[in-house]
């Protein structure tokens, strides 16, 4: 099946700093990607569907102005917090919409987040 | 709205004996389900969707339009199948796959 590769896998950033986060889709054409957001033994939780080309679509309760998405070319979605707290330490999960799987949705390794 | 419920966060067995995990689903429409795994430090995998209709690792799963619920089952559990499963619901022309809570799953020897 269709692979999303997704970096960094951990990133540590200061109280104030931003990070992006990268999602490559690496054998297929990605028009839509989503990205979630999972606490520690929680499930995964959409904060966003990011399109390409245009706006992202977020989901109610979360700050496009702090969860910063850009999705300028059909095989490349990035995330970016803003400002970093402590409270967005968290594992980060992007995910695209398979071809090879008749629309079956693959999904990146994660990216944990921890906030110092 | 798209609400997926899986009422049991953990569940254990004994191998051999036959496992079923449930999962209820909300939506108006004509919803698409599935359920997905997630093995020990490894990304989400697909497990199987009901469109399909297919055996996965000897799980089925049958889509239930009346009772709103599309459960888990395998005849035999193994050892191998201890893992975190989770149902999911994308609803029509929304794409956005909504998932519930997570149900993990222990095989014991």
């Known amino acids: 099946g269709a692979v999303v590769s997704q970096h960094p896998s951990r990133v540590i950033c200061k109280s104030g700093t931003s990070v992006k986060i990268e999602c490559r889709s690496l054998?297929?054409?990605?028009?839509?990607m989503f990205w979630y957001r999972q606490f520690p033994k929680q499930s995964l939780m959409l904060m966003a569907t990011s399109n390409e080309g245009s706006k992202a679509t977020y989901e109610q309760g979360v700050e496009k102005d702090k969860f910063l998405i850009n999705h300028a070319s059909l095989t490349l979605s990035t995330l970016t917090v803003t400002s970093a707290h402590p409270e967005d330490s968290s594992f980060y999960i992007c995910s695209a919409r398979d071809p090879s799987q008749g629309g079956g949705y693959t999904f990146g390794s994660g990216t944990r987040l921890t906030v110092v | 709205a798209q609400r997926v419920t899986q009422p049991e966060k953990l569940l254990s067995v004994f191998k051999g004996a036959p496992v079923e995990l449930k999962c209820n689903y909300s939506?108006?429409?004509?919803?698409?389900l599935f359920w997905y795994v997630q093995y020990s430090r490894q990304r989400l995998q697909l497990l199987l969707r009901h469109i399909s209709r297919e055996s996965i690792k000897g799980f089925t799963a049958d889509l239930n339009k009346g009772e709103t619920s599309f459960h888990l089952k395998k005849p035999f559990a193994q050892e191998e199948d201890s893992a975190m499963y989770y149902c999911?619901?994308?609803?029509?022309?929304?794409?956005?796959?909504?998932f519930g809570q997570g149900t993990r799953l222990t095989i014991n020897p």
């Open positions: 054998d297929f054409q990605a028009t839509t």
């Open positions: 939506y108006s429409g004509s919803p698409e």
């Open positions: 999911a619901l994308s609803g029509q022309g929304a794409q956005k796959l909504v």
